[in-house]
């Protein structure tokens, strides 16, 4: 029988869920089982706990057939616990490293008391953490007590989470959670009010995740009136108890503070619905209200009308507008003038066939954009699409029939304001206030492994220069986020955590790649000058942050390319954030002028560089994703793995799951290309493994998925039968192992 069954009731947190199960996993106390209880979630977090569960026999999956809700989750797993305690998790909370075995010791030392009591600290999306404020409560309770003995421990967050209940115990009394929002409520004041033995531990034992957007609790909605039955419930306790009678008044007072708190916060209940909630409030504080007791002041709002409550309200905020308003904002004469215009054509209806493209900062007709844009011009013409381009200089490099707009003229905030849809792989710099009806299409640039977003709150070197509350608000436009594969999938609800809806359309640039013919290579080496016949080596480094500037020379191209033999060329394609910095002046240039290398840094298209390449060298570059879907060999150059994930953060450990070989050192990388390894049978059994991974939805229909289902509205298109497309070798005549 193990001390402890953590029971984590599981509904669309794929972006958290891992973060949680290894957080109690990886704990120096062994002696637990996890009851992990999958309530119907509709994203990967029942593929996640089946992985875990087929790696560690301490934990067991539960997946209910249909969606029940948070407490009665929880009841669904308490049947299959064995444990002398119960721990309820959360599936986006974690526990803090050596939590479980604190526990255990005081447990121990209070002889096994029914209920034991430990602190948490809020951790915020933004990186802060703080500590609960009633923290002093628990370090001043000694050995074993009643609530009667400290009463002050039902100020504490009425929550399931912050305590372990003994198992016996809670099955004696038939405790369980009711269906509904505030299901801990019922639960936790019968549970502390029943207790014989109560203990405290002053450690912090939980990191509570304050997340950005996606809290239920924070969710506008009718179903915020659950509290008034939740604290019937605690009521029809109370009845059931005459022993406990004494403690009316102070739940009665519990409950109207609770209400009222609802019914203040701004996003709880809808605005038409606010009266009724006072007025159901006020009725609760009337049936229940003990005899001969005085109300409290802040309390005797709920004597009286909604429509006086709001006066006081209204009342309370003009004090504080008031106050706010002490230091006169000053608005700039042009900011008034683009708000008027931005006001203007806010008026008029949006224009259904209109769409507005950027790429990589208003670059050009490129990348994930650029591929949808493209199609759309095929499929749907009556579509007019519109790119924003930084400057006259990079618009005079678009196809004549190309239509644009220079960003912060009128024109553009006029079309900014009509747009239907607007498709961009980098945040949108500033645009007016989204208007309803206008879709948003987010593409990134490529699967993550390093951080990004609000993951590099982690990360302060890395997050120098970068305004992460401004890029999530950003975001929060987003109503479509695509990916290539689950892990981007992940990863990108957790690094930005806004509503939008994740589709797993694959990469539409990539559609070059997956569709691509054996002459598509060819012609690339022709326009770069390559001769027939050459094995093309294409290295691309990645950007550095523990380094200024971002560049470390972590090879002597001009010895590596010499290593190679002259039926090798190697071809060098630098990361954008390197492209216009030292890199290439300190040698980079001089050696293409010599003919040694060739650059490809400034080739727009890089799928046109990945599909002349033969095998493709790379330290941490996302081209290797794209890269796998050629099935052509990778070599990873990791010399600096530690310091790279030091800095910049990694999301797994890419030297342990690689794409092909990994080389550690100069040495280990020259000899890998003298033997001809690079192009081996482990090489490819380990590519095999990636591309499984990290290729599993782009099937070269992703540019059409993405116009039909998102700007045509032609829900549930499916591409047509093809058979399985073999990917094609770059130079025609398969791998040229290398001498």
């Not at 000694?142 to 504490?156: I, K, N």
């Not at 014989?196 to 997340?211: G, K, M, P, S």
């Not at 509290?227 to 109370?238: K, N, S």
């Not at 797993?504 to 790649?513: F, K, M, V």
Request: net charge neutral; with cysteine.
């Amino acid at each position: 029988m193990p001390r402890f069954s953590v029971i984590v009731p599981v509904f669309k947190v794929q972006g958290f869920l891992r973060e949680c199960l290894d957080s109690v996993l990886d704990q120096s106390y062994r002696d637990i089982e996890v009851i992990a209880v999958d309530d119907c979630s509709p994203d990967g977090c029942g593929a996640i706990l089946d992985e875990y569960a087929a790696l560690d026999p301490r934990v067991r999956v539960l997946h209910l057939p249909r969606n029940v809700g948070l407490g009665r989750a929880r009841n669904a797993g308490m049947p299959h616990a064995t444990g002398d305690f119960l721990l309820f998790l959360d599936s986006d909370d974690t526990l803090t490293p050596g939590a479980l075995g604190t526990m255990a010791d005081r447990l121990d030392e209070s002889g096994d008391p029914d209920v034991l009591v430990f602190d948490y600290a809020r951790t915020y999306w933004w990186g802060g953490t703080r500590r609960n404020v009633l923290a002093h409560v628990l370090a001043a309770a000694e050995g074993t007590f009643t609530v009667a003995e400290h009463p002050e421990f039902l100020d504490l967050l009425m929550v399931v989470w912050n305590k372990v209940y003994r198992r016996a115990f809670v099955h004696e009394h038939g405790f369980e959670f009711p269906p509904g929002y505030y299901e801990d409520t019922p639960w936790t004041f019968p549970v502390l009010l029943s207790a014989e033995r109560v203990a405290a531990l002053d450690r912090i034992c939980l990191h509570y995740r304050q997340r950005r957007q996606g809290n239920i609790l924070s969710t506008t909605s009718r179903k915020h009136f659950d509290i008034h039955d939740q604290y019937e419930r605690v009521f029809a306790f109370l009845d059931s108890r005459p022993e406990l009678t004494s403690w009316r008044p102070c739940l009665h007072r519990k409950m109207a503070e609770h209400c009222l708190d609802i019914l203040a916060k701004p996003d709880r209940l809808p605005p038409s619905d606010k009266a009724e909630f006072f007025r159901r409030t006020a009725a609760l504080f009337r049936a229940h209200r003990p005899a001969d007791t005085a109300v409290d002041a802040d309390l005797r709002v709920l004597e009286g009308s909604y429509a006086l409550y709001r006066v006081r309200r209204q009342a309370e905020r003009g004090r504080r507008e008031i106050a706010r308003r002490a230091a006169p904002v000053r608005r700039s004469a042009a900011g008034r003038i683009r708000g008027g215009w931005s006001s203007l054509h806010a008026r008029r209806p949006l224009d259904p066939h209109l769409a507005v493209y950027s790429a990589f900062s208003h670059q050009g007709v490129l990348g994930d954009p650029g591929a949808i844009y493209r199609k759309a011009r095929e499929i749907a013409p009556h579509l007019r699409g519109v790119w924003v381009v930084r400057d006259e200089e990079q618009a005079a490099l678009l196809p004549p029939d190309v239509e644009h707009v220079l960003p912060d003229t009128l024109r553009h905030r006029q079309l900014l304001a009509r747009a239907t849809y607007f498709v961009n792989n980098v945040n949108w710099p500033a645009l007016p206030a989204k208007r309803p009806g206008s879709v948003h299409v987010h593409t990134h640039q490529g699967t993550p492994l390093k951080y990004m977003a609000a993951d590099l709150l982690e990360k302060p070197g890395a997050r120098h220069g970068v305004d992460v509350p401004q890029i999530l608000r950003r975001a929060d436009r987003w109503d479509y986020s695509l990916v290539a594969n689950r892990h981007s999938e992940l990863v990108w609800e957790r690094a930005y955590p806004c509503h939008f809806t994740s589709l797993r359309t694959g990469s539409p640039r990539n559609d070059a790649l997956v569709n691509a013919g054996p002459e598509a290579g060819r012609a690339v080496r022709a326009r770069l000058g390559i001769p027939a016949g050459q094995t093309v080596v294409l290295y691309a480094p990645t950007h550095r942050e523990y380094v200024r500037g971002g560049h470390t020379d972590r090879i002597d191209l001009a010895r590596f390319a010499a290593g190679l033999g002259p039926e090798h060329t190697l071809v060098v394609r630098l990361h954008p954030g390197l492209a216009t910095g030292p890199a290439r002046g300190t040698g980079l240039t001089e050696l293409h002028r010599r003919g040694i290398l060739v650059d490809a840094t400034d080739v727009p298209d890089v799928e046109d560089v990945l599909l002349a390449a033969d095998v493709l060298l790379t330290d941490y570059s996302a081209l290797m994703f794209d890269y796998a879907l050629l099935d052509r060999p990778i070599v990873l150059h990791a010399d600096d793995w530690p310091a790279y994930t030091a800095s910049r953060g990694a999301y797994f450990d890419i030297t342990a799951q690689p794409p092909g070989h990994v080389s550690r050192c100069y040495r280990e990388l020259a000899e890998l290309f003298a033997t001809g390894a690079w192009a081996d049978g482990e090489s490819a059994r380990l590519r095999a493994a990636f591309r499984s991974r990290f290729c599993e939805f782009d099937d070269g229909h992703a540019a059409e998925r993405v116009v039909r289902t998102l700007l045509l509205g032609e829900d549930g298109w499916l591409p047509p039968e093809t058979t399985a497309r073999v990917p094609a070798p770059a130079s025609g005549h398969g791998l040229v192992v290398s001498s």
